[in-house]
């Protein structure tokens, strides 16, 4: 099992920018991919972005260009750097794990003020 606890949410206007953590424990060496998902209100959860165990990364047509993805293999965290915000940005960020079963974080609310 893997436990994710995310931090970096808040309060930003337009233009502004945030970094979002997850940072993993527990069976950390089973994780195929890491990432994030966000769900507005009213909407469906929609993927973000990825990083594979090989560091391949990838990211929703929305985002790219304005939010990168990393990872600290020390810290065992990933981070998700957004920059550029846009009021639409606003969502509940949900980090996740890939092992066998998927494993999901809280959710750290970020709000884009116009």
């Known amino acids: 099992q893997v436990q994710l606890a995310e931090s970096g949410g808040g309060l930003v206007q337009a233009g502004g920018s945030l970094r979002l953590s997850c940072a993993a424990s527990?069976?950390?060496?089973?994780?195929?991919?890491m990432g994030w998902y966000r769900q507005a209100a009213g909407k469906q959860r929609e993927l973000v972005a990825l990083?594979?165990?090989?560091?391949?990364?990838d990211y929703a047509d929305s985002v790219k260009g304005r939010f990168t993805i990393s990872r600290d293999f020390v810290k065992n965290t990933v981070y998700l750097q957004m920059a550029s915000l846009k009021p639409e940005d606003t969502a509940v960020y949900y980090c996740?794990?890939?092992?066998?079963?998927?494993?999901w974080g809280q959710g750290t609310q970020v709000t884009v003020s116009s």
């Open positions: 996740y794990a890939n092992l066998q079963s998927t494993y």
């Open positions: 527990g069976s950390i060496f089973s994780i195929q991919a």
């Open positions: 990083i594979t165990r090989g560091g391949s990364t």
